[in-house]
């Protein structure tokens, strides 16, 4: 996502994707900001739970995006890609118990 894509102009300024109106450095660390909050990637842990609530550890930290999930291992051994947080933890989950929690 780029500023750009947001910013609409017309053939008198030089067409679209150009900015429109005079941006000071405070509005333009404004716009910057709101674009950064509202595309940012949620953030998740994959927990593996020991016995009946014995005890749990993190073993893989991510990043979910729209349509896609990014996992490193605790240990920074382990990275998968995967179509979700859910399914990240689902595939984790075959050698134990495991736990997806949001941060």
Do not use: N
């Not at 016995?51 to 996992?71: I, K, S, Y």
């Not at 291992?73 to 947080?85: C, E």
């Amino acid at each position: 996502m780029t500023l750009s894509e947001g910013c609409v102009g017309s053939a008198a300024d030089g067409g679209a994707g150009r900015f429109v109106w005079p941006v000071d450095e405070k509005r333009f660390a404004e716009v910057i900001q709101s674009m950064v909050s509202d595309h940012a990637p949620k953030l998740f842990a994959i927990i593996e739970e020991f016995g009946e609530r014995d005890d749990a550890q993190v073993v893989a930290w991510g990043m979910e995006f729209p349509g896609r999930a990014h996992v490193v291992g605790d240990d920074g051994r382990m990275r998968m890609s995967s179509s979700s947080a859910q399914t990240a933890r689902d595939l984790l989950g075959i050698t134990g118990t495991m736990r997806l929690v949001w941060c």
